[in-house]
């Protein structure tokens, strides 16, 4: 669960989160960078392609 932060303000947002996490819905492209920025981390080490594949993997092809 992420913590309080303005971030991520509304009960919308945390729910976005929630279906992301499930794999109910992907997260529209403001959304993974967000995350990402919020969590430190790249966009492709939070997200998959569908194949499986990170997105790193599949550029250095």
Request: net charge neutral.
């Amino acid at each position: 669960m992420l913590p309080t932060s303005p971030v991520f303000n509304n009960r919308n947002t945390v729910r976005a989160i929630g279906r992301i996490e499930r794999g109910e819905r992907n997260p529209s492209l403001e959304m993974a960078i967000r995350l990402a920025h919020y969590l430190n981390m790249g966009v492709e080490d939070i997200f998959k392609l569908d194949d499986g594949t990170s997105s790193q993997k599949k550029t250095e092809d």
